[in-house]
C-alpha cells in the first residue's frame, strides 16, 4: 500500500509540473508593441498597431469604434478655394477585422474613408483641412482609447 501511494504522488507531482510549464506557452497576454499610429491619407484616415502576445493562434479579431469629425474645403487647381465650400462631419466608426497572427504578433489596419462627402464643383478638389477622432481599437483582451 505504501509503494502505491508513492506511485500514485510522483504521477501526480508529474503531471502538475508538466501543467504548470505549459501553462506559460498556451497562455496570450496582448499588448501593443508598435503604434496605434495614425494618418491622414487622401480623404482617408489609417490606423495602424503591431501587437504582440496574441498566443499560438493563426488569426486575432479586432475592433475599430468611436467617431472622427473632419473639416474640408475645396480647392481649384490654382490653390484658391472659394469660402463658401466648405463642411465639417462627424463619422462614426465601428469597423472590425480578423488579422493573421505570425509568432504571436499580429499588424492591425482599419481604413476610414471617405472622411469627408464634401462634393465640390468640376475643376476642384476635396482638401481635408483638420481631423479629430476619440476611438477605441479592442480585441485579444486589449483595449486602447485613440484620440486626436
Do not use: W
Not at 467617431?67 to 480647392?75: G, I, L, M
Not at 480578423?98 to 492591425?108: D, K
Not at 482638401?127 to 486589449?142: F, H, W
Amino acid at each position: 500500500m505504501n509503494n502505491l501511494l508513492k506511485r500514485l504522488l510522483v504521477v501526480l507531482v508529474a503531471a502538475l509540473s508538466l501543467g504548470l510549464a505549459a501553462g506559460p506557452a498556451l497562455a496570450a497576454n496582448a499588448h501593443i508593441v508598435k503604434g496605434p499610429d495614425v494618418v491622414v491619407s487622401g480623404n482617408s484616415l489609417v490606423i495602424t498597431a503591431s501587437i504582440a502576445g496574441s498566443g499560438n493562434v493563426p488569426s486575432a479579431n479586432f475592433s475599430l469604434t468611436g467617431d472622427v469629425t473632419v473639416f474640408a474645403q475645396c480647392y481649384n487647381k490654382g490653390g484658391k478655394n472659394p469660402a463658401a465650400d466648405n463642411k465639417e462631419e462627424t463619422n462614426d466608426v465601428d469597423q472590425s477585422g480578423t488579422f493573421p497572427v505570425r509568432n504571436g504578433r499580429t499588424n492591425v489596419s482599419f481604413t476610414v474613408a471617405p472622411l469627408s462627402t464634401l462634393d465640390c464643383p468640376g475643376g476642384q478638389q476635396v482638401v481635408i483641412e483638420s481631423v479629430s477622432y476619440n476611438l477605441v481599437l479592442a480585441g485579444e483582451g486589449i483595449s486602447v482609447p485613440i484620440s486626436g
